[in-house]
């Protein structure tokens, strides 16, 4: 059956398998405490929901415009430009159904066998799969805990090559939450405009960050828009995950290559969802800041648990994840992540899953309530003991 082995060959397909194998688990399994996907517990905000649904009674049932509805893709362009992004015309913007289907569309149009792109590592890995689908190599530019996991102008230099064509920069990082300060996006702006690259510009995760972090926008820095193409969605933001959201906005010569080849794909994006991003991004945003401080004061008391397990993490500056590092329980972290499932009904997942090249950090999302999040790090202690004992 070569047919259905094809595609397994040339992509590994490792991660949603273990993904697949965790969640299997965890059905088995009875009050586990999910911090493993990054979908929102958060529900849609209420007028949101609402537009939708006054959407699919008032007959969006159907395909839309290609690119997506021209209100929508209006309020995007708006949206983008109100946080400090680029200019961009409603036809240089193309709705998707997800962020994530984006990343397949461009690396499918943008890159040739042999190319190279350039993905922080860890990050999240779709980048990678979708290059190798395209047939090009992933080129991962290593990042450490000892620098926070922030990406350097100078990193990403150090990687470059006459084939280099993309580069990736997810800021606020998944997995890891590290948001790379406004001076070094600019920095690595200047070695993507001195060496010729593409740079996907992923600011999903942009409208949440804590403290004093801010995400500079890349295509709004000097002569970057020719050369970016900013890629978003509602999921995070606006907890729409299962609303299929998303989009990309780029310069207009790469725009109609792009814009065929989702159509290929996907036609056009649900016309209810649609409706409903209109709603999301032209109402209300209070509900936004809302859900931010609802994160933070997860990440808050989730970082104190594990300061007093004695469990080292970066510090989470944006998104709602926490890396930590649990080299200490000396098991690995894809085993730690089994054990804890099993003994404590606890869900979190390896660094593995993000392209992590060491199997020592788990990710955690900021995906329930501070309540539940204690009663995790209590479950986490006693199996963290328990797992020291052994080795002592
Ligand atoms: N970009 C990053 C960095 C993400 O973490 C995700 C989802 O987790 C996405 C994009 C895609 O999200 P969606 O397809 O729901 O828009």
């Known amino acids: 059956m070569n ?49 939708g649904q006054d959407a699919l009674g008032n007959g969006a049932t159907h395909y839309t415009h290609p690119l997506g509805l021209p209100a929508l893709r209006q309020a995007i362009a708006a949206n983008i430009s109100a946080y400090g992004g680029a200019t961009y015309a409603p036809e240089n913007i193309v709705v998707t159904p997800g962020g994530q289907h984006a990343m397949f569309i461009i690396a499918l149009a943008l890159l040739n066998p042999g190319d190279e792109i350039l993905v922080p590592c ?23 805990m000892e620098t926070n996991f922030t990406l ?32 070094e996006v600019r920095r690595i702006a200047e070695v993507a405009r001195k060496h010729d690259l593409i740079v996907i510009s992923d600011e999903i995760y942009a409208r949440l ?20 193409i900013t890629l978003s969605g509602l999921s995070k933001a606006y907890a729409m995950t299962g609303w299929r959201i998303g989009y990309f906005a780029g310069p207009p010569d790469l725009i109609p290559a792009l814009a065929e080849i989702n159509h290929a794909f996907a036609i056009s994006t649900a016309a209810a969802s649609q409706h409903a991003a209109i709603a999301a991004l032209t109402g209300p945003q209070d509900c936004v800041e809302e859900m931010r401080q609802i994160y933070d004061a997860r990440r808050i008391a989730l970082c104190a648990g594990l300061t007093e397990m004695g469990i080292p993490y970066a510090e989470p500056q944006g998104a709602f ?23 404590g009904q606890v869900l979190m997942y390896p660094g593995g899953i993000y392209g992590d090249y060491t199997d020592d950090f788990v990710r955690m999302s900021l995906t329930q309530p501070v309540e539940r999040i204690r009663e995790a790090i209590t479950r986490m202690k006693t199996v963290v003991a328990a797992i020291r004992a052994e080795a002592a």
Not at 209 to 228: D, H, I
């Open 3 to 51: 047919a259905t082995t094809r595609l397994a060959d040339r992509v590994k397909l490792k991660d949603a398998h273990l993904i697949t194998r965790m969640t299997d688990i965890a059905e088995g399994l009875a009050d586990v405490i999910k911090l493993g996907r990054g979908d929102p517990d958060l529900d849609t905000p209420a007028h949101i929901i609402k537009a």
């Open 122 to 144: 860890p990050g999240y890995n779709p980048y990678h799969q979708a290059a190798e689908m395209a047939g090009a190599e992933t080129v991962h530019i290593r990042m450490t």
């Open 152 to 183: 350097t102008a100078e990193m990403v230099e150090a990687h470059i090559t006459p084939r280099s064509k993309i580069l990736v920069l997810i800021n606020p990082s998944n997995p890891t939450g590290t948001v790379t300060p406004p001076s």
């Open 209 to 228: 960050t804590y403290g004093n972090n801010t995400v500079q926008p890349v295509a709004s820095l000097p002569g970057m828009f020719e050369r970016t």
């Open 321 to 343: 994840y926490v890396y930590a590092n649990v080299a200490s329980t000396g098991i690995g972290a894809t085993a730690f992540c089994e054990r804890l499932l099993r003994e």
